[in-house]
């Protein structure tokens, strides 16, 4: 059984920085695509970033030069480093992994949330 684990949310001032962590565990060969959605209240969820296997990345243009993905694939563990955060930034945060190649067969997952405030 594959789960995605996240870690690192919280409440921050304006202008502030959060790092997120997602680990996937479980019996992994490999996994095609990592990223990070976000859904504000009242939002649909929306793609803010992935990473490729090879190191590809791929931002929404809300969050270009104030974000940044990065992946240990030894580790199967996506960060998002998250600086100059704004109050338009709150939302639940997911990880999501895509093409996760396990023992039975290839899927997607996703995290349970967490939850990044950010205060004016």
């Known amino acids: 059984q594959v789960q995605l ?7 921050v001032q304006a202008g502030g920085s959060l790092r997120l962590s997602c680990a996937a565990s479980g019996t992994i060969f490999s996994i ?15 793609l803010i970033a ?20 990065s992946r240990d694939n030894a580790r199967n563990t996506v960060y998002l480093q998250m600086n100059s955060l704004e109050p338009e930034d709150t939302a639940v945060y997911y ?5 996760v190649r ?5 899927g997607v997952y996703w995290g349970q949330g967490t939850q990044v405030t950010v205060s004016s």
């Open 102 to 106: 396990g023992v039975r067969g290839i």
């Open 5 to 11: 684990v996240e870690s690192g949310g919280g409440l």
């Open 50 to 69: 992935f990473i490729r296997s090879r190191g590809i990345t791929n931002y929404a243009d809300s969050v270009k030069g104030r974000f940044t993905i």
């Open 32 to 46: 095609d695509a990592m990223g990070w959605y976000r859904q504000a209240p009242g939002k649909q969820r929306e």
């Open 95 to 99: 990880c999501n992994a895509d093409g």
